[in-house]
């Protein structure tokens, strides 16, 4: 039984990411073309993002474990409404900052990895489905925003990765989200 429905889980897997024909993310609004930098001028010039592309990576950081320590500290997660997989209009500009942070001097040449979670409710193939869409709704919102593909991977952690244990809606709208790990 467990080896059918593993074998169902990456059937699964493989036809949803290599399925799916190439089209723009799954947005929440009409608007979801906008950036932060639209929506909100001063925070364009306020930005982390704008100290961290100035600075030289071989004189404040010596090693790649560095580098990523230093980038992963400005990536937010994405979260996401019960059963969605849509990224919300409240959640774009998170999208556009790490595009940014991911195209500048830090992390340009880095890998990332892009991980889609899911709450405790629904079955473990549901949740794993959904993690996945999840991750590439993500996925192809940072490729529109400039990211490139290639340095992209996609995983479903379903629910068995949890930032929260705690059984109340709270903690299952933290649990509900995708994470960026970046890789050398």
């Known amino acids: ?39 909100n001028p001063e925070l364009r010039a306020d930005s982390d993002i704008a100290k961290m592309e100035g600075v030289d990576e071989n004189s404040a950081y010596g090693s790649v474990d560095e580098r990523i320590a230093a980038v992963a500290k400005e990536i937010e997660p994405i979260y996401f409404a019960t059963d969605q997989y849509r990224i919300p209009e409240d959640q774009i500009y998170k999208i556009d900052k790490a595009a940014q942070i991911f195209n500048g001097e830090l992390a340009r040449d880095l890998s990332i990895r892009v991980e889609g979670n899911c709450d405790e409710w629904g079955t473990d193939e549901y949740n794993y489905a959904l993690g996945l869409k999840r991750a590439k709704s993500a996925k192809d919102a940072l490729s529109i925003s400039g990211v490139a593909e290639g340095r992209m991977s996609l995983i479903s952690y379903g629910e068995s990765k949890p930032v929260c244990m705690e059984h109340n809606e709270a903690c299952w709208r933290r649990n509900r989200r995708v994470d960026f790990t970046l890789l050398p």
């Not at 990456?10 to 639209?38: R, Y």
């Open 1 to 39: 039984m467990q080896k059918r429905r593993t074998c169902i889980l990456l059937i699964l897997a493989v036809v949803m990411v290599t399925g799916c024909s190439q089209k723009a993310p799954e947005l929440e609004s009409a608007s979801a073309g906008s950036t932060i930098a639209d929506t």
